[in-house]
């Protein structure tokens, strides 16, 4: 065999439990896990399709796979990932992320949920999975997923997801419903902060930031201490303002009452948003809670960068991997998959070629030293 390109590849998932009856496998488990990666960089989106590219690449995958038994069935690959243990699949996926793809320090890690809704089988009675991810936003890498559990919601999801990440210095993003005091605590335990969009799920609370900064706004900010940004951004033919105000005062912070519990809790934030479209205008206003200081320029900065999962992850997930046209829905494979995928889009976010995604794929699939330039370039 040549030169390995599997190297970081194997080192997290070479020695995987085997779920099947040792000394009855014609194919290697690690085989069988780097051929899907393998066809999933170069476009397959079911255990047919990575069949068909073991078979297609048979030749260029012996020069680096044992292959004992030639390429695995559709069958084989389906019994496999229904098989392998989905947690400890994506235990070894973080794992490899964190040896390989270098997190800086106060990048924004939005946190966010999404249903991939091929899963769902209604002749079994099953419902589609939910998985909880941390997305890095200026790397473009995901850092890991948690499943929810069948019983549970994102909110217990979110802390146990974090609990696993090396996010120290970095901002946690998440969206309303999660804005939470046990999700709060977490991210000062992992020794990072967090900007947390707040609703009316804590009516209360949300009842009496919005009333201070109806306060503070009425006599101009006069007498508080604050700190403003704005940008103005023009494209996609309309015109978007974005206006932020931070307050950092202890005594406002106490003035608003039902703060306790916040771990870490240094500001409040009002974030305007006003959109000119050439037959209307909107306007919208959110409210945040934040441990960093008031620094409105970072903070707006942070609430920009968490939506990058919905229009940038979970857009790619769809419209690049088809995840929710996905029909993988038996047992653990339907998340095996998942991870699969996310390996992939990783090796294709981290290659310096000046391509999409999409052409990416492509080119992997017709060229095989650029197959080979993805998989070694970790």
């Known amino acids: 065999m040549n030169e390995q390109p599997f190297t970081s590849l194997e080192a997290c998932f070479g020695d995987m439990p085997d779920p099947r009856v040792q000394g009855r496998c014609d ?7 780097l051929i899907a990666v393998c066809a999933v960089l170069c476009g397959a989106e079911s ?5 068909e590219f073991g078979q297609a690449k048979a030749t260029w995958l ?8 030639g390429i695995p069935s559709h069958d084989t690959f389906s019994r496999v990932f229904r098989l392998v243990d989905a947690a400890e699949f994506q235990r070894r996926f973080m794992t490899w992320v964190e040896q390989h793809f270098h997190v800086e320090r106060g990048q924004v890690i939005a946190v966010d949920g999404k249903t991939a809704r091929g899963s769902k089988d209604s002749f079994r009675g099953q419902d589609a999975i939910h998985l909880v ?36 210095g970095c901002i946690v993003t998440v969206d309303a419903l999660n804005c939470q005091k046990d999700i709060a605590r977490t991210v000062i335990e992992r020794e990072a902060d967090y900007v947390f969009a707040l609703k009316a799920n804590h009516p209360q609370l949300h009842q009496d930031v919005i009333d201070w900064f109806a306060w503070a706004r009425a006599r101009a900010f006069r007498e508080v201490t604050h700190d403003f940004h704005q940008t103005v951004n023009k494209g996609h033919g309309r015109l978007e303002i974005r206006r932020c105000w931070a307050i950092g005062d202890p005594l406002a912070l106490e003035s608003m009452g039902h703060y306790e519990g916040w771990t870490g809790l240094r500001t409040v934030v009002m974030v305007e948003r006003e959109r ?8 919208e206003t959110v409210y945040y809670l934040s441990s960093l200081p008031p620094d409105a320029k970072r903070i707006l900065s942070a609430t920009r960068a968490h939506w990058t999962v919905e229009n940038t992850f979970h857009w790619t997930l769809d419209v690049v991997f088809g995840e929710d046209a996905s029909r993988v829905r038996l047992d653990e494979a339907p998340e095996n998959f998942a991870v699969i995928r996310h390996v992939a889009m990783n090796l294709l976010k981290r290659h310096p070629a000046k391509l999409s995604l999409k052409r990416k794929r492509f080119r992997a699939a017709l060229d095989d030293a650029f ?3 993805l998989l070694a370039h970790v």
């Not at 255990?47 to 069949?51: H, I, L, P, T």
């Not at 012996?62 to 038994?69: I, V």
């Not at 997305?135 to 802390?159: C, F, H, Y």
């Open 27 to 33: 194919h290697r488990l690690i085989d069988i896990i």
């Open 47 to 51: 255990w047919s399709d990575v069949e």
């Open 371 to 373: 197959l080979l330039d």
């Open 133 to 168: 991810s941390a997305w890095a936003s200026d790397s473009g890498v995901l850092l890991g997923q948690r499943r929810m559990d069948e019983k549970s919601n994102e909110i217990t999801a979110v802390p146990e997801l974090l609990k696993l990440l090396f996010i120290p």
């Open 62 to 69: 012996r020069q680096y796979l044992e292959l004992p038994a």
């Open 276 to 283: 000119h479209f050439p037959d209307r205008r909107q306007t």
